[in-house]
C-alpha cells in the first residue's frame, strides 16, 4: 500500500464533520481552510502542489500546483503529520450543509473523478488532479466545466458534497441521466457525456436548464440532492435587494416596513 493507511470517524448530520485518527509518523493533506480542531503533537505544513509525494524535484511541484489552479482550486495543500509516540486526532469540517463521503480508492479501481470543488482531505500519497473531458460537448455544457478533479491512489479520500447523497451501483449498460449539478462522483469506467433537454418548451421554461449529464454503466455514481450553487441561487433570490425589507416576509413587522417605506 502506496498511501498511509488512516482511520476515521464522521460526526454530524447536516454539517458534519470527519475526525481522522493519525498513528506515529501518519500524515493527511487537506485542503486549506478546512481544518476545525486538532490535538497537540500534530505538525501542520503547507506544501506547494497536492502533496502526493509523485513527480518529485521542482518541474514534479511545479506540475502538480499547476493542476490545482486549472480546477480553480489553491496552489497549496496542508499536510497533518502526527509527531508524537500515540494515535492523535485531527478534524476537518464541511463548508456548507451537506454529507462527507469517505472513499476507499482501492476499492474503487484506484481513481475516483469528482466535481472540482468537492475534495476535502485525503490520506498522504492520494494524488490530486485533473480529468478532462474527451467530449467537448461534456466539457462546455457539463454544469461543473471542462475540467473536473481526478484523486488516485489506494487509500481513503473524503469528498464533500451538498444536501442528500445517494450512491447509484450502474450495471452494464445502465443508464441514468442526471443534472449536471448534482453530479458528485463517478469510477473511472463510468461513460459520461452531455445531452440537450428535448423540446423547445421544456428547454426555455422548464426550470431545469438545457443539458443534463448521462452516465452509463457499469461503475458507481454519488449524487447529491443540493448542490451548492443552487441554494447560493436560493439564498440570493430570496434576500432583500439594495437593503430594503425582504417583500415576501409575511409577518406583521414586515407590513409594517413595508409601509413606511411607502409600499
Known sequence: MRNHEIDYKIYGDDMQFVEVELDPNETVVAEAGSLMM????????????????????????????????????????????????????????????GKIIPMDLSENGGKIICQKDAFLAAAKGVSVGVEFQRKLGAGFFGGEGFIMQKLEGDGMAFVHAGGTIHKRELQPGEV??????????????????????KGI???????????????????????????????????????????????GEGSVLGGVFRMLDGE
Open 201 to 247: 418548451k421544456t428547454a426555455l421554461f422548464g426550470g431545469e436548464g438545457l443539458f443534463f449529464a448521462t452516465l452509463r454503466g457499469p461503475g458507481t455514481v454519488w449524487v447529491q440532492s443540493l448542490p451548492f450553487s443552487r441554494l447560493a441561487s436560493r439564498v440570493f433570490a430570496a434576500a432583500p435587494q439594495a437593503g430594503g425589507q425582504n417583500k
Open 176 to 197: 441514468i441521466k442526471v443534472d449536471t449539478g448534482c453530479l458528485v462522483a463517478m469510477t473511472s469506467n463510468v461513460n459520461y457525456d452531455i445531452e440537450m433537454v
Open 38 to 97: 486538532m490535538d497537540q503533537q500534530i505538525e501542520m505544513e503547507t506544501i506547494f502542489g497536492d502533496a502526493s509525494g509523485s513527480g518529485g524535484g521542482l518541474v514534479g511541484k511545479l506540475f502538480g500546483a499547476g493542476k490545482r489552479l486549472l480546477t480553480g482550486e489553491s496552489l497549496f495543500m496542508t499536510t497533518f503529520t502526527n509527531t508524537g509516540h500515540d494515535k492523535k486526532h485531527v478534524s476537518f469540517a464541511s463548508p456548507y450543509p
